[in-house]
């Protein structure tokens, strides 16, 4: 079956670890992006990748940082600077960056002990 | 800066009702507007999406419109079923590409 795939599904963080998030896809999708969601509010773009090897920074991107070696995956990082992490963070990729459906994985929700 | 606004936050109804979910967006410069779904602690699912020059888009029970100049849209559900409980998203594509997003409005459907 084509689509994303997220993982873990919860993440447990001690203050001044980092860790990674993976996101990978299936769909052949050039572009993918990262988000954070928060409750009460949209969401908020933290990085996206136009193409292999290529990243840019979203609204939120500090205490954040990204890799985009091979087509099908763009991991996420959230360092120790990331000062409020405990969120829930969404995956999404498109065919092409700009106004191509994005479609989404299901999710990590992250929690800082 | 582009900013987009979903009132209410919540809404119950009867099932079997038909409603309309408010969207809301202050630059009328975008690409194009998408409707989403997401269930409790998962990802979104588009459910539809209308360009700038359409007026209208239909799915099934669902039906969402565009009036890009007063900067307003609206997600019609006809005969709405419990299985619609969900919040729905609704979110931009400005004139840099990039998606700008409501805070969504729960819906619940009540049997």
């Known amino acids: 079956d084509g689509g994303i795939t997220q993982s873990p599904k919860y993440l447990f963080r001690k203050e001044g670890q980092n860790v990674t998030l993976s996101c990978e896809q299936n769909l052949n999708h050039d572009a993918m992006y990262w988000y954070r969601q928060d409750p009460g509010q949209g969401l908020r773009l933290i990085y996206y990748s136009q193409i292999v090897n290529d990243f840019q920074k979203g609204d939120i991107a500090e205490g954040y940082s990204v890799s985009r070696e091979k087509k099908e995956s763009f991991p996420l990082t959230v360092t120790s600077a990331q000062k409020n992490p405990t969120a829930f963070y969404l995956c999404?990729?498109?065919?092409?960056?700009?106004?191509?459906?994005?479609?989404f994985g299901p999710g990590t929700r992250l929690t800082v002990l | 800066k582009q900013e987009v606004t979903q009132i209410p936050a919540a809404l119950s109804v009867p099932e079997g009702e038909n409603l309309v979910l408010n969207c809301s967006f202050t630059?009328?410069?975008?690409?194009?507007l998408q409707w989403f779904r997401q269930d409790p602690g998962k990802g979104l699912t588009s459910l539809l999406l209308?360009?700038?020059s359409q007026r209208e888009q239909t799915s099934g029970r669902l039906n969402a419109s565009l009036d890009k100049s007063s900067g307003r849209s609206t997600l019609y559900i006809a005969a709405s079923q419990p299985g619609d409980s969900a919040t729905y998203l609704c979110?931009?594509?400005?004139?840099?590409?990039?998606?700008?997003w409501g805070a969504g409005t729960k819906l619940i459907i009540k049997p």
């Open positions: 999404a990729s498109s065919l092409a960056a700009g106004t191509d459906t994005q479609y």
């Open positions: 630059d009328s410069a975008i690409y194009n």
């Open positions: 209308i360009q700038s």
């Open positions: 979110a931009v594509t400005d004139s840099n590409y990039q998606l700008i």
